[in-house]
C-alpha cells in the first residue's frame, strides 16, 4: 500500500496550510477543500483514509457534510474540528460515525496520536477485512484458498453441482485435506441438496457388517437379523452416499459396488429381489488407487468407474499462502466461540505456521489454532500458544540438486518479510536459480514462489549469473555448500 491519503477540509486556509504541511513531514498525502462542494469532489477523487473536518463550514453543515462522506465511503476515519467544541457537539459527531474530534485550536501532537491511533485500528480492520475477502467458501464454512490449486477444486466443484446427472465422483488427497467437506458441497450446491447425504467410514465398519450396513438385511438372513433393514444405500435414496476412504473396502465388497453404479439397484442381503436407487456416488481416498489396482488390492473396474471425474485436494504444505489464511479464520472463527478478543498472529507465530510441514493437513491446522485460542488470554497468537515442536532445522529437503535446511528459528532482529526474502534467496542459490526446484525447496507452488520473488525484486537471472562467476549472493554460500 502507498502513502495514507488525508482531505482537509476546512474555509481557513492557515489551519488548513499548516496542518497539510506537518502531515507531508509524518509521510501523508494530504489536499485541502475549502467548502463542501470541493470535498466532495475531491473525496470520490481521492478515496481518503482520513478526513479533517471542520463543523463549521460557508454554505454547508458540517454534520450534513460528515453523513455523505460516511454514506459515500462507510470505512473512511471522519475526525471533527471545531471552535465550538463541546460534549453535545462532539457526541453527536460521533454518532454520526466520526472517528474522534479535535477542539481547534489544533494541538499538531494531539493531532499525530489521533491519527497514529486511527492508522492501528485500519490496519486491524483491514487486515480483517483482507483476509475475509479473499475467502472463497462454495457456501460451506472452512473450505477456503486462494492457491491455484484450491481454485481449480472451486471450479471443479461449481461444474460437477451444476449437472442434471452426475457421474461417480472420487476425491483424492491426504488425511485431513477436507475430502468430506467437499463430498457436503457437492451434494447441498447439487439438485439432490433436498436429499439425503448419507456418509459412510469404510475404515470404521467391520469387513463382516459392512455389507449389511451398505445394503440391507432381510429378517432371518443371519443370526441376529430379528427384522429387515434397509441400507445405506436406501437409505440415501434421491440424494448422496459419500464412501470415504473407499480403497479400504473388501474387494468382494468392491464387484457389488461396480453393480450398484452399474444397475442402480441394490440387493439386500438374504433378498433375491433388487431395489432401484437414485443415488450420487461420491468416493474419496488418501490411497494411490493405480498403485493398488497394480497390486491387486483394488478393482480396476471399479477404479475407472469412480476415476472418470476426480477432484485432488492439495496437502497444506502446497497451498503457500492459504495457510494464513485458514489460520485467520479459524481465529476469527474460534475466537467468537470462546469469547477471546484475538487481534492476529505474531510474525514468530505466522512464520511457524507458513514452515511448519502440517502432516495432518487442514484439519491439523485447525485444532492447533482451536487450542491456541482457547489457552492464550486474548490479543496476538504467539509461537508458544501453539503447541508445535517445529523441527525443520533436521528436515532434508531434496529437490533434485543440492540439499539445504531451512532455518530452525528466524535470528533476532529479522520482520516476518526479511526471513521470507532470505528464505527466497537461499532457495534459489541452492538451486541454481532453477525456480521448479526452488518451490519444491521451500514446499510451496511455483506460482506462489514467482509472486514472492516480484514482491521482493528477486530476480533468478542474478544467481544464474552469480553461478557462472562461481559465487553466489552474499550470505548464501552455506547454503550452496549444502
Not at 8 to 35: C, H, K, M, N, P
Request: charged share 30%.
Amino acid at each position: 500500500m502507498g502513502a495514507f491519503t488525508v482531505l482537509i477540509v476546512d474555509d481557513e486556509r492557515t489551519l488548513a496550510r499548516s496542518i497539510q504541511l506537518f502531515l507531508a513531514e509524518q509521510g501523508y498525502e494530504a489536499e485541502v477543500a475549502e467548502d463542501g462542494e470541493t470535498a466532495l469532489a475531491l473525496l470520490e477523487k481521492l478515496r481518503p483514509d482520513f478526513v479533517f473536518l471542520d463543523v463549521r463550514l460557508p454554505k454547508a453543515d458540517g454534520l450534513e457534510l460528515l453523513r455523505k462522506i460516511k454514506a459515500f465511503d462507510p470505512n473512511v476515519y471522519v475526525v471533527v474540528m471545531t471552535a465550538y467544541g463541546s460534549v453535545e457537539g462532539a457526541v453527536q459527531a460521533m454518532k454520526q460515525g466520526a472517528f474522534d474530534y479535535l477542539k481547534k485550536p489544533v494541538d499538531l501532537n494531539e493531532l499525530k496520536i489521533l491519527l497514529d491511533r486511527a492508522r492501528e485500528d485500519l490496519k486491524l480492520r483491514q487486515e480483517l477485512s483482507y483476509y475475509r475477502q479473499r475467502e472463497r467458501t462454495a457456501s460451506f464454512e472452512d473450505l477456503i484458498g486462494q492457491c491455484p490449486a484450491m481454485r481449480r477444486v472451486f471450479e471443479q466443484i461449481d461444474r460437477l453441482a451444476a449437472l442434471e446427472e452426475a457421474p461417480p465422483v472420487l476425491i483424492t488427497g491426504e488425511t485431513g485435506t477436507g475430502k468430506g467437506m467437499v463430498a457436503r458441497v457437492l451434494h447441498y450446491r447439487s439438485r439432490r441438496s433436498q436429499g439425503p447425504f448419507i456418509e459412510v467410514d469404510c475404515t470404521a465398519l467391520p469387513a463382516t457388517l459392512v455389507e449389511a450396513e451398505l445394503f440391507g438385511y432381510e429378517k432371518g438372513a443371519f443370526t441376529d437379523a430379528k427384522e429387515s433393514k434397509m441400507g445405506l444405500f436406501e437409505a440415501a435414496d434421491g440424494g448422496t452416499l459419500f464412501l470415504d476412504e473407499v480403497g479400504d473396502l473388501d474387494l468382494s465388497l468392491q464387484g457389488k459396488l461396480l453393480k450398484v453404479i452399474e444397475e442402480r439397484t441394490v440387493r439386500r442381503v438374504g433378498s433375491v429381489r433388487s431395489r432401484k436407487v437414485d443415488v450420487w456416488i461420491v468416493a474419496a481416498t488418501n490411497k494411490n488407487l493405480e498403485a493398488e489396482c497394480a497390486r491387486g488390492t483394488f478393482r480396476k473396474e471399479l477404479y475407472f468407474r469412480l476415476a472418470v471425474l476426480t477432484i485432488h485436494l492439495p496437502p497444506l504444505r502446497e497451498r503457500g499462502e492459504d495457510i494464513l489464511l485458514l489460520a485467520h479464520h479459524f481465529l476469527e472463527k474460534f475466537g467468537a466461540k470462546y469469547g477471546k478478543r484475538i487481534t492476529g498472529l505474531s510474525d514468530r507465530a505466522a512464520w511457524l505456521l507458513t514452515h511448519y510441514p502440517w502432516p495432518g493437513n487442514v484439519r491439523e491446522l485447525k485444532h492447533v489454532i482451536e487450542r491456541a485460542v482457547f489457552w492464550s488470554p486474548g490479543g496476538t497468537i504467539e509461537p508458544e500458544h501453539l503447541g508445535l515442536s517445529l523441527a525443520l532445522e533436521s528436515r532434508d529437503l531434496k529437490a533434485g540438486g543440492p540439499s539445504s535446511q531451512v532455518p530452525g528459528w528466524p535470528p533476532e532482529g529479522l520482520s516476518l518479510p526479511e526471513i521470507e526474502k532470505q528464505m527466497i534467496e537461499q532457495a534459489l542459490a541452492a538451486t541454481r536459480g532453477n525456480c521448479v526446484k526452488a518451490a519444491q525447496l521451500l514446499g510451496i507452488s511455483r506460482d506462489t514462489l514467482r509472486y514472492r520473488m516480484k514482491k521482493f525484486n528477486i530476480s533468478r537471472s542474478h544467481f544464474r549469473v552469480r553461478r557462472e562467476a562461481g559465487a553466489v549472493p552474499h550470505g548464501q554460500e552455506k547454503a550452496v555448500r549444502q
